[in-house]
């Protein structure tokens, strides 16, 4: 007996998507059949399932933050680091992971906003540098954990 595939579907941000959480992500397409799709503005190798698709857009700012956002339906899931990204997904009904396995939340996005905004001024001013600390093994169990509990919850189709 073969089970129905995932009603909702994954997106993924891909020009910044980590390799070790785009293979995480590409087991869980595979062991549930959900439709992944990844968007970048260059070629990404993806696995050879049907259920699995390359979105490649133009060149350009946010678009395939756009693409995404234009292409996903209430209840799915986008992961990403982009926090004006995660925030449009929100407002459009979707699900926001981090690739370090943070939930973005109606309840913390807009601080969050607040925070990038301020983090990205001091940036510009030369107040402050560096990015996050590298992925480690903490922050990719918290990703697959809160990957397996999105999928948990997700209905299946007919």
Not at 106 to 122: E, G, H, P, Q, V
């Amino acid at each position: 007996m073969t089970t129905s595939p995932l009603k909702a579907s994954l997106w993924i941000d891909a020009d910044a998507c980590p390799n070790t959480i785009k293979q995480i992500v590409f087991r869980a397409a595979e062991r549930t059949g959900i439709n992944l799709y990844l968007l970048a503005n260059q070629p990404v190798a993806i696995p050879a399932l049907p259920n699995i698709r390359m979105i490649q857009v133009r060149q350009g700012f946010d678009v395939a933050d756009n693409e995404i956002v234009a292409r996903l339906q209430p209840g799915d899931l986008v992961i990403t680091s982009d926090i004006p990204l995660a925030d449009e997904v929100l407002t459009k009904g979707g699900l926001a992971l981090s690739p370090r396995g943070e939930q973005f939340t109606a309840s913390t996005i807009k601080a969050k906003l607040t925070m990038r905004d301020f983090m990205d001024t001091l940036r510009s001013s030369g107040i402050h540098g560096g990015g996050p600390p590298p992925l480690g093994e903490p922050e990719k169990r918290r990703f697959a954990n809160a990957l397996d509990s999105y999928l948990a919850k997700v209905p299946r189709g007919e």
